[in-house]
């Protein structure tokens, strides 16, 4: 195990808490106006499939457990699971979709993942930290609206992910997506 501050933790990583392991499914970095910044996770506890949350102090520790990580490759989803392959030794394994939660939108077949192993188990994968993904719903922008009058507008992709994104964004054009805080980064190339 390795100590770490909670402002440092990231989605996919396995944390040992009040005695049990957590996959770490998602995080929100909170920094009110008053009182210090504080982390909060969602998580699902690796031995029983439960999920929750819970909250820390930025500054506070959080234990990461010693996790084996190898290149993985998805193949494809039943439904019930998500089957994987690794990349060193080609054996494959399966990990449930409910599991995998918000990462499962962004899999795509043949994506290369890293797999996250824990005493032999596949617990948790992380995803790369961008994707390609198609706007398929979003409003035109209104003549005379300019970028700095509002934040952006709501657009959902075509993995079904919702997103903000910048008023000059039309529907079809492809955009890079931050896989772990779900925002608009750049149109594709």
């Known amino acids: ?30 920094k009110p106006g008053k009182g210090g910044a504080f982390v909060q996770a969602d998580l699902r506890d690796i031995d029983s499939g439960n999920k929750g949350g819970d909250r820390w102090r930025a500054e506070d520790k959080v234990e990461k457990l010693m996790v084996e990580d190898f290149d993985c490759q998805y193949l494809y989803s039943d439904g019930t699971d998500a089957f994987f392959m690794n990349l060193s030794d080609y054996e494959q394994f399966t990990m449930p979709v409910e599991s995998l939660g918000e990462q499962m939108k962004f899999l795509a077949p043949e994506m290369q993942v890293k797999a996250n192993f824990v005493e032999g188990q596949p617990v948790s994968i992380s995803l790369p930290k961008t994707v390609v993904a198609t706007v398929e719903e979003t409003e035109p922008a209104l003549k005379g609206q300019t970028v700095s009058s509002s934040g952006g507008k709501p657009a959902i992709l075509d993995n079904g992910v919702r997103v903000q994104v910048p008023l000059f964004i039309e529907q079809g054009e492809k955009i890079v997506v931050n896989t772990e805080t779900l925002e608009y980064v750049e149109r594709a190339k």
Do not use: E, F, L, P
């Not at 440092?8 to 998602?26: C, E, L, P």
């Open 1 to 30: 195990m390795a100590s770490y501050i909670a402002n440092d933790m990231r989605v996919g990583w396995v944390i040992a808490h009040n005695g049990k392991r957590y996959s770490v499914m998602s995080i929100t970095k909170v």
